[in-house]
């Protein structure tokens, strides 16, 4: 089983609204990601998780707050967004250990801010 | 500074015909390099990767070749069919846990019946 899950699956927003997505994976994965990919553009990094510690934070704006509650769930906390925010928010997981790492991707929240 | 590259942003390949996508990466630490596939609104799902210790890997109709000498990596879908039709993102990173993964822009393959 190599499903990583996540919620919703749309989502639209309004610029003062805080809302969550949720991302959740069984596969025992240590790492998790979350992406953010617009339009005919590749995937890019925001956060990394690994062994429920962040490990690293591309520069993203606080407006974006991540959480891992546990080793199976990876939540990203949104509030004050702006329009250039709408995006598909990808989360993926990864075994973590010193091995050369496959990450698994979730189908994406589609987040439009209005 | 784009680290990977997918020089080709679409190709058209007649059914049953071979696909060749083709990534060429600068970072010469890079040595685990996967293929993603991506239908439009859905997340992109893992196709095959290959370590730098192997030139070859291969699984049912995908085949990715790796030159290290030219830091340059193919995917051959062999015999393509319709519902390869998607963006294909060929993405690299280095030997170790949760390093991120850098991304090429894509390539997006058609498969005509």
């Known amino acids: 089983d190599t499903e990583v899950t996540q919620t919703p699956k749309h989502l639209v927003m309004g610029m003062t609204n805080k809302k969550s997505l949720k991302c959740e994976q069984h596969?025992?994965?240590?790492?998790m990601y979350w992406y953010k990919q617009k339009a005919k553009k590749p995937p890019e990094l925001m956060f990394v998780?690994?062994?429920?510690?962040?490990?690293i934070n591309e520069s993203v704006p606080s407006r974006f707050s991540p959480e891992c509650p546990n080793s199976s769930l990876l939540n990203l906390h949104l509030h004050a967004l702006q329009p250039e925010d709408s995006a598909l928010y990808l989360c993926?997981?990864?075994?973590?250990?010193?091995?050369?790492?496959?990450?698994?991707f979730g189908p994406g929240t589609r987040l439009t801010v209005l | 500074d784009q680290q990977v590259k997918q020089n080709s942003p679409s190709l058209s390949v007649q059914e049953g015909r071979i696909s060749i996508l083709n990534c060429d990466y600068t970072?010469?630490?890079?040595?685990?390099f996967l293929w993603y596939k991506k239908y439009p609104a859905e997340g992109p799902t893992f196709l095959i990767s290959?370590?730098?210790?192997?030139d070859k890997n291969e699984d049912g109709r995908f085949t990715v070749f790796l030159n290290k000498s030219a830091k340059h990596l193919s995917l051959h879908i062999v015999p393509s069919q319709p519902g390869d039709s998607a963006v294909y993102f060929c993405?690299?990173?280095?030997?170790?846990?949760?390093?991120?993964?850098?991304f090429g822009k894509g390539t997006r393959l058609s498969v005509i019946a």
């Open positions: 596969m025992g994965h240590r790492a």
């Open positions: 290959i370590s730098s210790i192997k």
């Open positions: 998780y690994s062994y429920e510690k962040l490990s």
């Open positions: 993926a997981s990864s075994q973590a250990d010193r091995r050369a790492d496959t990450q698994y």
């Open positions: 993405a690299a990173s280095r030997n170790s846990g949760n390093t991120p993964l850098v």
């Open positions: 970072n010469s630490m890079f040595d685990y």
